[in-house]
């Protein structure tokens, strides 16, 4: 199934083709969108009225407050030293209120987006994004 029973949706969570997305031990605010071909991972949280783009993958400790619109493709990294066998760090990223990442942005760990920040469409976020500002490029900088 889909959608496991370890997941928190809270009251109007819209999940259009619930049998296209994979959903386990994650928090989904009220009001939040979910497209096809989403993944979110156990530990993951998203806020309130939030709309998650088709082809998105949000990891464990990732947490998205409210009103935050992620674009397609999306990917958060959650390790940076990635293995594939032994120990691994998880490090976690905030994304704070109201703010938008464009399609086919990367995420990677340990990074906070702040307040009504823009994220552009093919950005690679490496560190921190002040609130209320735009980046874009990879990696991204800052562009106003």
Request: glycine letters at 14%; proline letters at 5%.
């Amino acid at each position: 199934m889909p959608i496991a029973d370890d997941v928190i949706l809270a009251p109007g969570v819209m999940i259009r083709y619930p049998e296209l997305v994979n959903l386990y031990g994650c928090e989904i605010g009220e009001g939040t969108a979910i497209a096809p071909f989403v993944e979110i991972q156990r530990g993951a949280r998203v806020g309130r009225m939030c709309k998650i783009s088709s082809h998105t993958f949000l990891c464990d400790g990732v947490t998205i407050e409210d009103e935050v619109f992620v674009g397609h493709g999306v990917m958060f990294v959650n390790d940076r030293r990635p293995r594939a066998h032994g120990a691994w760090t998880l490090e976690k990223t905030l994304v704070r209120k109201g703010a938008s990442i464009g399609s086919g942005a990367v995420i990677m760990c340990g990074v906070t987006i702040g307040e009504g920040s823009l994220v552009g469409a093919g950005a690679v976020v490496t560190h921190d994004v002040a609130p209320g500002t735009t980046v874009v490029g990879a990696p991204a900088r800052l562009l106003r």
